[in-house]
């Protein structure tokens, strides 16, 4: 696509973001269907030919002219396709149809003397084709693109928490001041909870699953030409041997249920980094955070003084945009009225799209977590500034020597009130404890309370 083509182009992903997208379209685009339909239906021809109760043959120089079609396609071939489709081509006429012109496109692309045009496409239906490229352009898209993508992410979080496992950082709950952490153990949280997602991306990718029983999933037209042929072991070696799971009870539409499963696999990653994505702004809005500028960028259109976490933000926006479409596609793909309607046909189509804006976000949330670098001068006067953190560690003391009102003496202390460490002190020496127990508390500082966060950060 041209950078004019880009200007005019509808969605954002195909213009604006087109070259961020762009490792998608091997995968997602209508030439990459092409491609991969081309592909389950040449290995299927020469799958026919494997078997003793056909009359087909296909020589080893065909086989490889055959496997060519696919390993081999090109923008032009993309174009004869399209154009068998709509206008018909060299004695076809169009077809109407995106299957039946791939059916044309390869026996087009037959020697006049082969004897394989009438065992294209044998006994199956359009799904068995479609249900069997999506599920190859879904799986290598997951594979080469986009967990690539989020073990890039998991791995820029796994190195700043080793980084910073021992940076002091007042913690929030309910967005007030809470025990302290280390920044390095809150980016191990969010690199063990996306290592997690991966893994559940992985497994739902494994288990896609493909059918190749015909029109209704019974196997008629197969059983009808060669009843003695065991057809759902043959369709069983086929689809597996494509390195999908084989489904055996369908309809015409192989169910769903898998891709929906990569598709909630995804939203849960996504929602992992929409968690992350928040967390990084509030950051960056506290000072916690400074940002790398880039030279020559701009914040803001009238404030020059600008840094803005604007990764974030984009990563937030795309991320929910995916899960919405993700949402969706996970709701539609596993209904179908009866045995079989269309409606899925356009659907899947979406598949793409929705794939590109995790793509966009993943890209983004590295992106800004490139930029960010943490103030450490900033964080430690905000613990130092915010001594009522240790009451926390005060009454747990106390609790364990025996003080039944410990937590009511340090909420009387603290609770409403701006306290310092003085405040502490006074209350220590007042309490009758032993005199290492009042040493013990009297150690106690904001800074140094962090329990085992540093620790913890290997465990991710």
Not at 273 to 287: A, C, G, H, N
Not at 362 to 389: C, F, H, N, W
Request: negative net charge; charged residues 30%; proline residues 4%.
């Amino acid at each position: 696509m041209t950078d004019t083509d880009a200007l005019y182009a509808v969605s954002p992903l195909d213009g604006r973001y087109s070259s961020r997208t762009a490792p998608l379209s091997p995968y997602a685009s209508e030439a990459a269907l092409m491609r991969a339909r081309i592909r389950v239906e040449v290995e299927y021809l020469l799958a026919l030919a494997e078997l003793e109760a056909t009359p087909l043959e296909i020589d080893a120089d065909e086989r490889d002219r055959l496997r060519g079609l696919y390993q081999h396609f090109a923008e032009e071939d993309a174009r004869l396709i399209k154009k068998l489709e709509t206008e018909g081509h060299a004695g076809f006429e169009a077809t109407n149809h995106d299957v039946k012109a791939v059916e044309y496109f390869i026996r087009y692309n037959l020697p006049e003397d082969s004897d394989a045009s009438p065992w294209i496409h044998f006994g199956l239906t359009s799904e068995d084709v479609n249900n069997l490229a999506h599920r190859l352009l879904v799986r290598d898209a997951v594979d080469e693109v986009l967990l690539p993508k989020l073990y890039d992410v998991r791995d820029a979080l796994a190195e700043m928490a080793r980084e910073y496992r021992d940076l002091p950082m007042l913690a929030r709950t309910h967005g007030q001041p809470a025990t302290p952490t280390t920044f390095g153990k809150e980016m191990a949280v969010y690199a063990s909870r996306l290592g997690r997602a991966t893994g559940r991306i992985r497994q739902a990718t494994d288990e896609l699953s493909g059918k190749l029983g015909g029109a209704s999933g019974t196997y008629a037209a197969h059983d009808a030409a060669y009843p003695e042929v065991d057809w759902s072991a043959v369709a069983e070696a086929f689809v597996t041997e494509l390195g999908l799971e084989f489904e055996s009870l369908t309809t015409q539409v192989n169910p769903c249920d898998d891709l929906a499963a990569v598709f909630d696999a995804f939203r849960g990653a996504n929602d992992v980094l929409l968690d992350l994505d928040l967390d990084m702004w509030l950051y960056v809005s506290d000072r916690y955070l400074g940002q790398e500028a880039v030279e020559g960028e701009t914040g803001s259109s009238t404030m020059p003084h600008k840094v803005n976490p604007i990764d974030f933000e984009n990563s937030e926006g795309n991320l929910s945009k995916a899960n919405s479409d993700l949402t969706f596609l996970a709701d539609y793909v596993t209904t179908s009225r009866l045995q079989r309607d269309l409606s899925d046909s356009t659907v899947k189509r979406n598949i793409g799209a929705a794939f590109a804006h995790c793509l966009i976000g993943y890209g983004k949330t590295q992106a800004g977590l490139e930029k960010v670098v943490p103030t450490e001068q900033v964080m430690r006067e905000d613990l130092e500034s915010t001594p009522e953190i240790i009451g926390e560690a005060v009454q747990t003391i106390l609790r364990r020597e025996g003080q039944a009102d410990a937590y009511e003496r340090v909420k009387a202390v603290t609770r409403g009130k701006d306290v310092t460490l003085e405040d502490f002190r006074e209350m220590f020496d007042e309490l009758d404890v032993d005199e290492d127990v009042r040493e013990e508390l009297h150690a106690l500082t904001p800074t140094g309370y962090t329990g085992v966060a540093s620790e913890l950060v290997d465990n991710q």
